[in-house]
């Protein structure tokens, strides 16, 4: 049986319940749920708006506002950034993090809900890039960071999450001094400087990795970013201020001499994963790609698909990582891309060549189907990274897989 990690519910106040009127059941109601759901992006001049609105027609009308204002890409059906969000919600709702394999029996529901920290994050940036679990002892509580990594592999957040008998706390001391962070570690309320060395001796005997430690010492690489910055309800305008970029997930690298032909998704690439075995045990890797879902660069009377993939098995049990990386392209007739915009075309991977330490193209480290082929009989965790070469548009998967 998997133990929890959190196993007290705390009961708050929700935002809404102060910041919604009282003079209409129904209006009330409907700005409850909404804020229920998406209060934590709801910055202070939308906030003193919705308090004086007192109509269930004039809080739809704010959603709406609401909704349009944060729309990266007007001229599509879509919203793609209320999509994201709905997602991340229905994630939280179902909780996700019950199964995790890092980070099991984890509940949202136990740290608040959707009014807790633990969503606060998770509705913010998704899931972690890095999430490990520390069990604490009679002087440390439990401990659980969360780490979000930049396009540069920089830390661009730590989130750590401390757990002191059921009541979750998120660590916010980074700029005091390093005994007053310990202190925010400690199961007493004013523990002694031995105590504090014991906690100090302990994260570096069962954290390894340092990541406990790290999370303590700096919350981001970058020294401007600040827990309450990365916290703080995003800024419509920073949203949608360049329409023609995706968003947030790294600075698109357009030559101007290239035209392009943009999918139908402001931020993501349309595409599916599957993962393949056979009898022989033979790992095999496709992507099914929407015609319509991706950006197409234009050569003459050709599109050409330009991508950089990424990929990561991790063993379970021994931790060992097998990394797979390379960028490649790709041409269809511009006439069979615009004339079958629904429909999905396979990219088969096993034969990609490996760059992933070297930069060298007549010198390649193998090929995909080297590495599942090498691989050790296991339980893997694999994760998926592909992004467009110039727009930087995305798609990331998560995977467990059985090699026997």
């Known amino acids: 049986m998997v133990s929890a990690f959190f196993s007290v519910s705390i009961v708050e106040a929700a935002p809404s319940d102060k910041n919604c009127t009282s003079q209409d059941a129904d209006a009330k109601k409907y700005c409850n749920d909404f804020m229920e759901k998406y209060g934590f992006f709801v910055t202070n001049p939308e906030l003193k708006d919705l308090k004086s609105r007192h109509t269930l027609k004039s809080i739809e009308e704010f959603e709406a506002d609401f909704w349009k204002k944060r729309d990266t890409d007007p001229n599509t059906s879509d919203n793609e950034f209320k999509i994201l969000i709905d997602r991340r919600l229905l994630e939280i709702q179902t909780e996700i993090l019950t199964v995790d394999f890092d980070i099991p029996g984890t509940l949202f529901s136990s740290t608040g809900g959707l009014k807790g920290d633990m969503a606060h994050v998770y509705l913010f940036y998704g899931m972690p890039h890095i999430k490990r679990r520390l069990s604490g002892n009679q002087y440390m509580a439990d401990l659980m960071t969360w780490y979000y990594f930049d ?16 009541r979750v706390l998120l660590f916010d001391r980074h700029n005091f001094s ?20 014991i906690i100090l001796d ?8 340092n990541l ?7 919350f981001s690489y970058y020294s401007d970013m600040t827990l309450s910055k990365a916290l703080d309800p995003p800024d419509p305008i920073s949203l949608i201020a360049e329409r023609t970029k995706p968003l947030d997930f790294g600075q698109s690298n357009i030559p101007k001499d290239k035209e392009f032909i943009y999918g139908k998704f402001k931020s993501f690439i349309g595409a599916n ?13 496709e992507l099914m790609v929407l015609y319509s879902g991706m950006d197409w660069e234009v050569i003459k009377d ?8 990424r990929i990561s098995f991790q ?13 490649f392209s790709f041409e269809i ?10 429909s999905y075309f396979r990219i088969e991977l096993d034969d990609l060549k490996n760059y992933r330490n070297t930069n060298d193209p007549e010198n390649p480290e193998g090929t995909l189907k080297d590495i599942t082929a090498s691989i050790e009989p296991g339980d893997y965790v694999v994760n998926i990274d592909l992004r467009d070469t110039y727009t930087r548009k995305y798609m990331s998967w998560q995977e467990h897989i059985i090699k026997k």
């Open 151 to 166: 396009e540069n592999g920089r830390v661009l957040f730590r989130f750590l999450f401390i757990n002191k008998l059921g």
């Open 178 to 197: 390093f005994e007053y962070r310990l202190e925010a570690l400690s199961m007493n309320i004013n523990p002694t400087v031995y105590e504090l060395q």
């Open 202 to 209: 302990y994260l570096f005997m069962r954290d390894p990795e």
């Open 212 to 218: 406990f430690y790290a999370s303590v010492v700096e």
């Open 273 to 285: 994963l599957a993962i393949n075995g056979d009898k022989t045990n033979k790992i095999s890797m």
């Open 302 to 309: 050709r599109g050409r698909g330009n991508f950089d993939l």
């Open 315 to 327: 063993n379970k049990v021994t931790r060992a990582i097998s990394e797979f990386e390379v960028r």
């Open 333 to 342: 007739d511009l006439a069979k891309i615009k004339a079958n915009p629904d």
